[in-house]
């Protein structure tokens, strides 16, 4: 028999919360997760809080990429309510802590939103202690100014505020035609296999011609993002750029580079953006250090460029193009990557300067391989740089 409403610390209620708040966090938990957690905490016990953490973890997880996402939302609603400040304490259960445990795992701002929704007619709480809260809407002034900011420049709030609009673009890719056919309506590519099925359907009488046309899907993309010191505070912002792109209807592949290259594909596939750049920053080693553009370019051609560019794919090069010591590799390099793809644009955060000119002798070697070269420093950059991706004809390209 399951724990009911009447169980000591209101345990069913309890866990039916924690996987409501689990739901509007992003995960997939349905009713029959919280039965079968149920009757699993039933067998198991309440003895520590680890087997507790255990139970739930075991019944309701079966993604790895969500495994950290639960962890932080375990942390946040099973913890003691006095450190809280907002849950109370007969909605807890009555579970042991031992001392010595792990610290907890960083938390995420989508479980604060999952945990205390917005309810308009709940008498507010009393003033126990000064809380600051984040008011999230905007005039239109202030849309502009923040989508006019400096990523460089951005306070915390900002910064968030960033993300959340980021979110919100309307990513169009590029229309490619493939080999590929599907039916149409308009009069184009006879299809005869159609038009005869339907004449056997009518006697052998010819009612209509069935008509098909070129299947189409977008432009594959690549990102090469430049996280040495100077670009890490844009590179973050971009790999939020990147994550939403590769969660949209293209097909992303993406590397970061520093000293070294680093393919970050798989570790951006995760829902939570916050949760994905996080993984990259702890997996890259030579995040906000120095910088070999020469050599990372070299080696994603040599190792990389076969297994993941094709003549159709649009190359996203993120890079202030100032390299140290002999650029006529970096040009040669350059060139050759330029020739796999499609088209390649350039997006430095110099471009932000009125009086930016290509001076430097790694921007003049990597510059007339590029179809396009656009800043890259605020949000209305990159709402230009959507506007790129979903042009129907190759720019030209830019001579030296």
Known sequence: MLFT????????????????????????????????????????????????????????????????????????????????????????????????????????????????????????DEPEQEQVEINAELTWNDREVLRQA??????????????????????????????????????????????????????????????????????PLLVLADISGSMSRYSRMLLHFAHALGHAEAHVESFVFGTRLTRTTRLLKSRDPDIAVAQVVRAVADWSGGTRITTSLHDFNQHWARRVLTGRTTVLLISDGLEHGDTRQLGFEMERLHKRCRRLVWLNPLLRFAKFEPRAAGIQAMLPHCDRFLPAHNLQSLADLVGVLSETDTPPRRRP
């Open 5 to 124: 409403k009447n169980s000591p610390g209101h345990l069913a209620e309890n866990v039916m919360h924690f996987a409501r708040v689990l739901r509007n966090a992003g995960m997939p938990v349905g009713s029959d997760r919280v039965h079968t957690a149920l009757a699993a905490l039933q067998v198991a016990g309440l003895e520590s809080k680890r087997d507790f953490h255990a139970v739930l973890s075991a019944c309701m997880v079966d993604r790895i990429e969500h495994r950290e996402l639960f962890d932080q939302a375990f942390v946040l609603f099973w913890r003691d309510p006095d450190l809280m400040g907002r849950m109370r304490a007969l909605l807890l259960p009555k579970v042991n802590v031992k001392e010595g445990a792990e610290p907890p795992p960083p938390e995420n701002r989508r479980l604060g939103d999952a945990l205390f929704p917005h309810q308009p007619n709940r008498p507010p």
């Open 150 to 219: 400096d990523f460089d420049t951005m306070t915390a709030d900002e910064w968030r505020e960033a993300q959340r609009l980021l979110a919100q673009l309307r990513l169009v890719f590029e229309p490619l035609p493939t080999r590929r056919t599907r039916r149409a309506n308009r009069p184009g590519r006879a299809d005869w296999r159609a038009t005869l099925a339907a004449m056997a359907r009518h006697g052998g009488e010819l009612w209509d011609t069935r008509w098909r046309a070129p299947r189409i899907q977008p432009a």
